[in-house]
Every structure is written in structure tokens, then in C-alpha cells.
């Protein structure tokens, strides 16, 4: 073998090592985010559901609407019979692996407070259509979706309700096109997607997950463009820039959300934003504390019956059997009033 010959290989050999290495990290990240994020939740994934049927003055109006790949989200307008004209419609914005309907004791306050609500199911979440639920960058995608379709048919006050994945939502969704929002409170947010990932990504697999952000990164821009890069702060920059105002919430021992990657610690405040940090209060900030208290028993009994290793189904079934609804759903009456008294503000000013 000459020496030219010997040079090509010797040069292959050097291009190629960084490239497969390259390889199999993306596929690794490829593969992790998939195990997450791709496949649906359904309806019946969700334990202790909220029962429309507790909530009797509660007027529900299912509508359809298209999402950018042609399938279609699933949402309702809700509204209290004793009301015919309305102070402005709230929107909700779910949390992950959920839907709406969870969060219909909170839904069910602010119709009772005069507001028309509209709640939807995010892309492969229970009622809506969609294979997998894709990612976290893909709720305010799916809000930004919604606030189109409200926009040619809503002309009341538009605010804005978001809870985890969809307090990063409501927060990130003027990242994605200008809407005209009132008012927007953010319940347990993150800030952005890639520090959420290996948050939890290192909660599941170990903390070698980190030495793979920079794959994940590169996989998740592969799947969302630059709505990958999407964060909260930035869009409650643009927001409040344009007059929106914001109420921020983040308990400082939320074990799902941390104080360090939440909406609440990386929004830069402006007189527009209020921020509400809270002690004890957990991933649910706004159950009560017997609430809160109740849900994490409950959790502790399901690990120990199943030893730490039980299915989504058996979780389901565990929590129907066991559950007490009224308490897993009981509201902070104190912090709700809050809520209802920033959005009351904020539509008269």
C-alpha cells in the first residue's frame, strides 16, 4: 500500500470517529426523547378525573379546531348559567400527560366569577387528535394554534391560564405571534424546554443524561425548528412589552418544577409582572393544603403497593379504588381569589 493510499485512510479514519460519535449521541437523544414524549395520553390516563356532573350550574360547548398538521384539538367554552354577558374569556393551558378537564374545579371557580373559560386538549392529549404529544415545546404551538382559531371568535378580554407544561405555554406563546392578552398567570412554569429535559431527564435515567444536552438540543431543534429555542422569559418580554400583564407562582419546594428552572426565577420583572412565590405549596399550588397533603399520601401508598414500579393503568385503577375526589381536587380558596382579583384588575385598566 502506498503511502498516498495509507494517507486517505489514515484521514477517513479522523472524519470519521467525530461523525459517528455524532451518530450515536443524536440516536441516543433521539431515542430518550421518544420514550418520553412519544405517544399519546389519553383520557382515561388520568387519575381521579374531574366529574362534569359535581359541577351542575357549569354549561360546557365542545368545539373542534384545526392544528397546523390537519388533525384536529378538541377544547369547550364553559360558562355559568346564571351569566349571559361576561367579563372575558380565560384560557386554560393544561399541564403534561393531561388534559383540560383536570382542571375543571379551577374552571368552574372563574365561570362562577362572571368569565366565560375555554379549555383545550393539547396535540395527543385525551380529546385531541395528534400521535404523541411531541415535546415540551410544542404547548405553545398548540396555544398559539387555539388563540388563532379565538381570535375570529372571541371579542372579550382575553387572559391567559397556564399550569407546568402549560404555565411555559402561556408564558413562551407570544415567542410565536402577537396576540392581544390582557392578562396571563402562570401557575408551576418552566422556562425553557432543554433545562426541563435534563431536569427530568436526570430524575429518570442518571445524571450522564447532561453529558447528552448537547444532542438533545441538536434532536429537539431537528423536530421543532426555532420553536425549540422558545423560553419564557422571552416571551413575557414581548408580552408585558406590549402592555400585557402577568402573575407569576412558583412554590420554592415544587420537586417538579424547580425554583431555578422556573418562569418565576428567569423572567426579568418590569411593572408589568407581579411575581407570587409561595412556601409548601408544592407542584399544586393552588389545591389546599389538605390537598396537597392528601395527593402525596395517596402517591406514597401506590408506590408502596406496587413497590415502586406500577403501570399508568394500574395507577388509574389504584386511585379510582382508593380516591377520595372532592379532597384530590379541594382548592386554596385564598390563592384562587388572588387569581380572580389579578384578572379582575387587568380587564378594567
Known sequence: MDQFTMTLITVAIIVAIPIMIFLIGFCGAAVMYESIFGKRFEIYDTPLLPDANDYPELVSEPVSFDSEKKYKYTGCYYRDKKYKQFKGLVVFSHGIFDGHLSYLPQIAYFAARGYKVFGFDNTGSHLSGGKSIRGL?????????????????????????????????????????????????????FNRS???????GSRMYGAYVRAMAVYIKIYERFKFGKRAAYTAAKGAQLATGRGTKMLIMHSTDDDTISLKNSVLSNVVKNDNITFLALKNKGHQSLNSDASIKYRRQLDIQFIEE???????????????????????????????????EFFDEVIIK
Open 306 to 340: 406496587y413497590h415502586g414500579s406500577g403501570t399508568r393503568r394500574q395507577r388509574v385503577m389504584f386511585y379510582a379504588e382508593h380516591g377520595d375526589k372532592k379532597l384530590y381536587h379541594e382548592l386554596d380558596y385564598k390563592l384562587m381569589s388572588k387569581v380572580a
Open 194 to 200: 432543554l433545562d426541563m429535559l435534563l431536569e427530568e
Open 137 to 189: 415545546p410544542q404547548s405553545a404551538a398548540d396555544l398559539n394554534m387555539a388563540l388563532k382559531y379565538l381570535s375570529a371568535e372571541n371579542d372579550l378580554p382575553l387572559l391567559l391560564f397556564g399550569h407546568s407544561w402549560g404555565g411555559y405555554a402561556v408564558s413562551a406563546v407570544s415567542c410565536c405571534g402577537e396576540h392581544n392578552i390582557k392578562g396571563i398567570f402562570v401557575q408551576s412554569g
